[in-house]
Each structure stands twice: as C-alpha cells, then as structure tokens.
C-alpha cells in the first residue's frame, strides 16, 4: 500500500479472523438521500496477482446510515488512488468525516476461468427456477 498523503493511516486488520480490513475517508463529504459520490481513501494498493480486492459495506455504517458500497472490485493491474463509489440509501443527509471508517476491502484468490460457448448447459436439481426456489 502506497499513502498518497502521510495523514493517511494504512487499514489493518482489526480482529484475528476478519475477512477484511477498514477503509477510511480520506475527505469529509456530504451524501444527499438518493445521493451518489466517490469517496476518497488516499491509498494506492497493489493487488497481489491471481487475486481481486473487493469493496464491501460496513454492516455499522449500513445501518445506522443507509449507505451502500457500488462498484466494488479492484483488479492486480490498477495502480491508481483507491476511490469507493457509496450511495445513500437513507431519508437523511449523512456526513463521511475524514478518518471515519466507512467500507472495508477483501482481498480474495481467482480461480482460472476459461470461456467456452455450448449448445446446452448440464441440468442441475434446481435447474431453471430463480427468486424464492428455496421456499423464502
């Protein structure tokens, strides 16, 4: 990880077994009710090769403020200031403060994909069936 300002704190993992790290804001900016901005993290990080960083919610800011992560991943090539698209989702106007932990990052292996075009997929037990199949 690369900060892009020494005011910036780099993410760690909080608690031994967490699948990801904090992101913190790098600005304080303002989020209208159906609003939709980037946030800066003043960080630049290096996926490792074979891997992906994804960008998922804080179940806490989710919750308590209505926001949402978009856009999520984060590719081994991209080298470029890590910026997180977040929407508010809530009825009020919600604040990000500089140095508020507002989403955190995954880092996760790829498993090597091959597209191959076929006339016919193999059936499965759930086969066709889409939202509600399991009974909810």
Same mark, same amino acid.
């Given at each position: 990880m690369k900060r892009l300002e020494k005011s910036v704190s780099l993410p760690s993992i909080a608690k031994k077994g967490d699948a990801g790290f904090? !992101? &913190?804001?790098? +600005?304080?900016i303002e989020l209208? $009710?159906? +609003?939709?901005?980037t946030v800066s993290t003043g960080l630049q990080i290096a996926v490792p090769e074979n891997h992906v960083g994804i960008i998922k919610d804080r179940g806490s800011v989710? !919750? &308590?403020? /209505?926001?949402?992560?978009?856009?999520g991943v984060f590719d081994t090539g991209y080298r470029g200031e890590w910026k997180?698209?977040? @929407?508010?989702? /809530?009825? +009020?106007?919600?604040t990000l403060e500089k140095g508020m932990r507002f989403c &955190? @990052?995954?880092?996760? $292996? !790829? @498993? $090597?994909?091959t597209v191959v075009e076929v006339k016919e997929l193999n059936e499965t037990e759930r086969s066709h069936t889409g939202f509600g199949s399991s009974g909810e």
């Open positions: 904090d !992101l &913190q804001c790098n +600005e304080t209208l $009710p159906g +609003e939709r901005k989710s !919750l &308590q403020k /209505g926001l949402h992560c978009l856009a997180i698209v977040m @929407a508010n989702l /809530g009825k +009020e106007k919600v &955190q @990052a995954i880092i996760l $292996p !790829l @498993a $090597p994909v």
